[in-house]
C-alpha cells in the first residue's frame, strides 16, 4: 500500500491507479525557533529553506495512494491520543557528512520520545517504509551545500541552544510547486 518513491510528488493517476500524494511526519519546531532557524537556512543558502518547515522528521517522504490517506490519519490520530507532551533540547551541531551531505542541530535531551514516536507511527499503514539510514532524530539546518558552507553552518551554530515542549506532530504533504505544507495536526493529550 505504500511505497517510497522521492522520484514522484503528486503524480496523477496512471493507467487507472490511484493518485500518489508525497506525505511526511514530523515534529514541528514551534516559533519563535523554527522561523529563526528556517532564516538561518535560507542565509546559509540552502534552496530548500523556505519549502520545507523547521522540524524533527518521523516519517520521510513517502508516496502513498490517495485512499490509504484516511487509514493513515487514524493511525496518526490513535497514536496522538495515547502519547504525552515531552520535552525536546536543541543543542549544538552534528553532520552526516561523508555518508548524506547534511548539517544539522542536534538534540540534547527529547531523542527517546522522538525514537518511541517515530517507531509507533511507522507501524500499521506506514509499517512497510524502508528507512535508507537509521533513524537520527535531528533539525536540518545544511543540506546538499558546497563543502565549505556546510563547515560554516557546523561551526556558526555549534553553540545553538532551544528548549520546548512538544505538543504533537503533523501531516505534511509535498505539493507539486515543491513546498511542504501541513495538513493535519495531531495533539498528544495534555499531562
Known sequence: MVAKDDAVTGAGPRDGAPALRTIGVAVPIPDPYG???????????DPLAHAIPTHVTLVPPTD??????EEIDEHLRAIAATERPFPIKLRGTGTFRPVSPVVFV????????CER???????????????????HPHVTVAHHLPEEVMDRAFK?????EADFVVWGFSLYEHGLDGVWRPQRDFLFVPR
Open 35 to 45: 522561523a529563526e532557524l528556517q532564516r538561518l537556512r535560507a542565509a546559509f543558502g
Open 64 to 69: 502513498v495512494e490517495e485512499p490509504a490517506l
Open 106 to 113: 542536534a538534540l540534547a535531551d527529547g531523542i527517546g520520545g
Open 117 to 135: 514516536l517515530q517507531a509507533r507511527v511507522q507501524s500499521g499503514p506506514l509499517a512497510a517504509l524502508p528507512l535508507a539510514f537509521p533513524y
Open 156 to 160: 556558526e551554530l555549534a553553540g545553538y
